[in-house]
């Protein structure tokens, strides 16, 4: 895995809450429009070959997009347990230190 990077650090958007967004049908027979071709022959071959390719590197590019917010997602877990535990604690500490003592006898360890 990669080190997170601050950059990779940005603030994610919520996702809005189901009752906000309105229910939308769903589309049936969905195609994606289709472009008339400009040229014949060889060279609309060549540039399909070249769109291809170009939205080859966009899905990469994307893809490494979203390894960074993974790494970032599962540090941000991993800090959130730490911190979890860290929490507990201090309760347990802080909850030893209002207990009252019995007669100067330090409290029972766990």
């Not at 472009?35 to 966009?58: F, H, K, L, S």
């Amino acid at each position: 895995m990669r080190e997170a990077r601050e950059s990779d650090l940005r603030p994610l958007r919520e996702a809005p809450e189901s009752d906000q967004r309105p229910m939308r049908e769903p589309r049936e027979n969905f195609s994606p429009p289709m472009r008339e071709p400009q040229t014949r022959g060889p060279m609309a071959v060549t540039q399909a070959i070249e769109e291809v390719n170009q939205i080859i590197e966009t899905l990469r590019g994307t893809l490494d997009d979203m390894e960074a917010v993974l790494e970032t997602l599962e540090l941000a877990e991993r800090q959130k347990i730490a911190d979890e535990h860290e929490i507990e604690t201090l309760r347990r500490g802080l909850h030893q230190l209002h207990r009252p003592r019995d007669h100067g006898q330090p409290p029972p360890r766990h």
